[in-house]
Structures are given as structure tokens and as C-alpha cells.
């Protein structure tokens, strides 16, 4: 990289580092370089990465599909709750990855459908629903965490959990 030195305040007397005297290619490279440090390069590089990168076994923090309604979330909200209910079997089998993956898919979706019926339903009813949810969530993060342990007493008490919040807040919501 070419670095150009000043001896005075006039550009007309600058010299380049190589010692020849100043000319149009050499000062629009230097512009052009001066733009481009490997810092800036890297960073670019790495921002692009990480915006396309997917996280394939990451919790979905989106909380309401936008457009979704009442009656979409209503429908959808039994489909996710089996679906996070149907880890049993993964659980028996101890196949822990798997029942880190089908835990994450399945609660993401049941997350973003129950959080958009708990904002559907009157003012009065909504602290009992955002704590039966919370406990739900809670018990979702811990059979994870077990999961990942490989601590199968402490899933099945978390699984036991889920059913059970999950069972509460079907009759709360009816």
C-alpha cells in the first residue's frame, strides 16, 4: 500500500512513499486504498457471513407472525402443542440431539401462536395466561439444557411439566 507523506499544506507538493513525484494514477490509488484496510475487508466479509449464515438449531425469537390472526394461531396452536408433545418417543429412545431439534422447531411455533392468543384475550385473563406461558418456556429451556446434558431423570420431570402447563392453559384459553 502506498503511503502519501505531506511536506507542506499544498497537495501540489506531496511525494509518494516510493520517491517518484505525485501523479493522477497514484493519488486516485491512494484514495482508492486508503478506503479499503484489511480491518474494514474483514469486517464486510464477516458481516455477510453471519446475514446469511441460518441457525439451524436456534430458538426463534420472533414473537408474532406478522398477519397472523386469532383464528390462525387458534388453529395452529394444537398442531405445535402435539408436535412438542410427540418428543416422547425421543425421549424413551434417548436420542438426545434429536429431541433438542424436534424441541426447538415445535416450541418456536407454539411460542408465536400462543403469544398471539394471549394478546387476543381481555385485559383480566392475560397475567394468569403470560405466567402459565412463562412456565411453559421455562420447562421448555430446562429439557433442553437436560437434553443436552444427557439427564434423562431431569427430562422426563421437565417433559412431565410441559404436559401439564400445556394441559392448564388449554382449559384457560376454552
Known amino acids: 500500500?502506498?503511503?502519501?507523506?505531506?511536506?507542506?499544506?499544498?497537495?501540489?507538493?506531496?511525494?509518494?512513499?516510493?520517491?517518484?513525484?505525485?501523479c493522477k494514477k497514484h493519488i486516485t490509488t491512494l484514495k482508492l486504498q486508503a478506503h479499503f484496510t484489511r480491518r474494514i475487508v474483514a469486517s464486510m466479509v464477516s458481516a455477510s457471513v453471519f446475514l446469511e449464515a441460518k441457525a439451524a438449531l436456534s430458538f426463534d425469537f420472533r414473537l408474532v407472525v406478522p398477519d397472523q390472526t386469532i383464528e390462525e394461531a387458534e388453529a395452529g396452536i394444537q398442531n405445535h402443542a402435539q408436535k412438542l408433545l410427540s418428543i416422547k418417543s425421543l425421549i424413551?429412545?434417548?436420542?438426545?440431539?434429536?429431541?433438542?431439534?424436534?424441541?426447538?422447531?415445535?416450541?418456536?411455533?407454539?411460542?408465536?401462536?400462543?403469544?398471539?392468543?394471549?394478546?387476543?384475550?381481555?385485559?383480566?385473563?392475560?397475567?394468569?395466561?403470560?405466567?402459565?406461558?412463562?412456565?411453559?418456556?421455562?420447562?421448555?429451556?430446562?429439557?433442553?439444557y437436560a437434553a443436552r446434558s444427557k439427564d434423562a431423570v431431569l427430562v422426563k420431570e421437565c417433559y412431565n411439566n410441559i404436559v401439564s402447563t400445556l394441559e392448564e392453559i388449554f382449559t384457560t384459553i376454552q
Open 1 to 22: 500500500m502506498e503511503i502519501q507523506l505531506y511536506r507542506s499544506s499544498k497537495p501540489s507538493s506531496c511525494f509518494t512513499f516510493h520517491g517518484c513525484s505525485p
Open 92 to 144: 424413551d429412545s434417548k436420542t438426545w440431539k434429536a429431541v433438542q431439534i424436534s424441541l426447538r422447531e415445535s416450541s418456536s411455533r407454539l411460542k408465536q401462536d400462543l403469544y398471539t392468543i394471549i394478546q387476543a384475550k381481555p385485559g383480566s385473563q392475560r397475567p394468569e395466561l403470560r405466567k402459565l406461558y412463562s412456565n411453559l418456556f421455562n420447562s421448555v429451556t430446562e429439557l433442553d
